[in-house]
């Protein structure tokens, strides 16, 4: 089990940029693959970027690739999502997930919103 705690949200100009950070709990954390979605009110929650358990592979929503950047540091537990030219269909809640088996993530953090203003 990984404990998981979102933070770095909040309101950003289009054209911006913001850091969330997921600093997770539990002895698993160096082992297990850890990812990032959002969700928007009556969306479904969508897949915004991954990183394997070495931090050896990376992966993007075509919506982010080339302006989000998905890194872990291993000693401070925490996974983070850098994300630039933020644009206002950025804005959502932003969850952070861990431990991915196939489809599924076993672990998922309460959210954090980011809002770009237009």
């Known amino acids: 089990q990984v404990q998981l705690v979102e933070s770095g949200g909040g309101l950003v100009q289009a054209g911006g940029s913001l850091r969330l950070s997921c600093a997770a709990s539990?002895?698993?954390?160096?082992?297990?693959?850890m990812g990032w979605f959002r969700q928007t009110p009556g969306k479904e929650r969508e897949f915004v970027a991954a990183?394997?358990?070495?931090?050896?592979?990376?992966s993007y929503a075509d919506s982010v690739k080339g302006r989000f950047i998905i890194s872990r540091e291993y000693t401070k537990s925490t996974v983070y999502l850098q994300m630039n030219s933020l644009q206002p269909e950025d804005t959502a809640v932003y969850y952070c997930a861990a431990d991915q088996d196939g489809s599924n993530w076993k672990n998922w953090g309460q959210g954090t919103q980011v809002t770009v203003s237009s």
């Open positions: 539990g002895r698993k954390f160096s082992s297990v693959s």
């Open positions: 990183i394997n358990w070495s931090g050896g592979r990376t």
